[in-house]
């Protein structure tokens, strides 16, 4: 494989890496509130913490229902919001309107707003709004029936008639403990979990993820699949069973090798501590591919990761 091909390779390593059962998953129960929005909204969270993969999934889905653009109104059957820099009711609106299309979101009042968005809501079709990062818009303290963001998403139910995703970190969740017609209103709360060994089940699943990610890889590392799972240990550890991690790491180590057709333990190492520094001072961190694997071992139970 030449140069050019391999760092084609990269690139499409590096913008489609996903662990394809926990996706699939995901985006069939985006697709059945999406459809079920015909006969009632319904609502779904997706919840997991930063870099498992939520915004990929939800992109990808935006991606799956848009349609090419014409001189027409252009379809717009789901559309994604990501962080607001301020929770209100206007903002949120604002938010909906520029993701329509509207000329001039910002202009009018309140209620003109609502009008205008029921309009391009039945205009364009849409049915289903994601959120993406949705515990961003919680309160300080604690989300309770009356919080801003509660009436936001009854109103999207309700008023607007379109289904809604939420995607959040675990705090996500207690929205459906709150408020008992968003919680009859759920059809269901997946789960997404950073990839571990700590059990059969989570071992082959992350077994199945490497695997998949090294036929996606234009490279081959060295010592990953020896008979002790050494190397995808301190690859775990390495990365935490983070999705973006890995994908990160991979990467930084592709670019520092100087074969590029095979990636050595030391230059992981050299991959790791670049990556381990953007977060701060090493300090006395367990360093996975320089201690014995004893140590990468008790590393990895004490973090719940085997």
């Given at each position: 494989?030449?140069?050019?091909?391999?760092?084609?390779?990269?690139?499409?390593?590096?913008?489609?890496?996903?662990?394809?059962?926990?996706?699939?998953?995901?985006?069939?129960?985006?697709?059945?509130?999406?459809?079920?929005?015909?006969?009632?909204?319904?609502?779904?969270?997706?919840?997991?913490?930063?870099?498992?993969?939520?915004?990929?999934?939800?992109?990808?889905?935006?991606?799956?229902?848009?349609?090419?653009?014409?001189?027409?109104?252009?379809?717009?059957?789901?559309?994604?919001?990501?962080?607001?820099?301020?929770?209100?009711?206007?903002?949120?609106?604002?938010?909906?309107?520029?993701?329509?299309?509207?000329?001039?979101?910002?202009?009018?009042?309140?209620?003109?707003?609502?009008?205008?968005?029921?309009?391009?809501?039945?205009?364009?079709?849409?049915?289903?709004?994601?959120?993406?990062?949705?515990?961003?818009?919680?309160?300080?303290?604690?989300?309770?029936?009356?919080?801003?963001?509660?009436?936001?998403?009854?109103?999207?139910?309700?008023?607007?008639?379109?289904?809604?995703?939420?995607?959040?970190?675990?705090?996500?969740?207690?929205?459906?403990?709150?408020?008992?017609?968003?919680?009859?209103?759920?059809?269901?709360?997946?789960?997404?979990?950073?990839?571990?060994?700590?059990?059969?089940?989570?071992?082959?699943?992350?077994?199945?993820?490497?695997?998949?990610?090294?036929?996606?890889?234009?490279?081959?590392?060295?010592?990953?699949?020896?008979?002790?799972?050494?190397?995808?240990?301190?690859?775990?550890?390495?990365?935490?069973?983070?999705?973006?991690?890995?994908?990160?790491l991979l990467v930084t180590a592709f670019k520092l090798s100087d074969s590029k057709t095979t990636i050595s333990q030391?230059?992981?190492?050299?991959?790791?501590?670049?990556?381990?520094?953007?977060?701060?001072?090493?300090?006395?961190?367990?360093?996975?591919?320089?201690?014995?694997?004893?140590?990468?071992?008790?590393?990895?139970?004490?973090?719940?990761?085997?």
């Amino acid at each position: 494989m030449n140069a050019d091909n391999q760092l084609l390779k990269l690139a499409s390593f590096q913008a489609t890496l996903v662990y394809q059962e926990d996706f699939n998953k995901a985006l069939a129960a985006i697709k059945f509130v999406h459809d079920y929005q015909a006969i009632c909204p319904k609502c779904l969270f997706i919840v997991a913490e930063s870099g498992v993969g939520k915004t990929s999934l939800f992109e990808r889905y935006i991606e799956s229902t848009s349609t090419v653009e014409t001189a027409e109104l252009t379809p717009k059957p789901a559309i994604l919001v990501k962080q607001m820099a301020a929770l209100s009711k206007e903002a949120f609106v604002t938010a909906l309107l520029e993701k329509l299309g509207d000329p001039d979101p910002t202009t009018g009042k309140y209620l003109t707003k609502c009008h205008r968005l029921k309009i391009l809501k039945n205009e364009l079709g849409l049915q289903v709004v994601i959120i993406d990062e949705l515990h961003d818009l919680f309160p300080t303290y604690s989300v309770h029936d009356r919080s801003k963001i509660i009436v936001f998403i009854k109103w999207l139910l309700n008023d607007l008639q379109v289904s809604v995703v939420l995607g959040g970190d675990s705090r996500t969740k207690n929205i459906i403990y709150v408020d008992n017609q968003i919680k009859t209103r759920t059809t269901e709360v997946i789960e997404r979990f950073p990839f571990s060994m700590k059990d059969d089940n989570e071992t082959i699943r992350y077994a199945q993820f490497i695997k998949m990610i090294m036929r996606m890889y234009p490279a081959k590392i060295n010592g990953l699949f020896s008979d002790s799972s050494e190397g995808i240990k301190r690859l775990l550890l390495a990365t935490g069973g983070n999705n973006r991690v890995f994908k990160n790491l991979l990467v930084t180590a592709f670019k520092l090798s100087d074969s590029k057709t095979t990636i050595s333990q030391q230059t992981l190492h050299l991959a790791w501590l670049m990556e381990a520094s953007k977060e701060g001072d090493i300090g006395e961190k367990i360093l996975p591919y320089k201690s014995t694997l004893n140590a990468v071992n008790k590393e990895l139970s004490r973090l719940g990761l085997l």
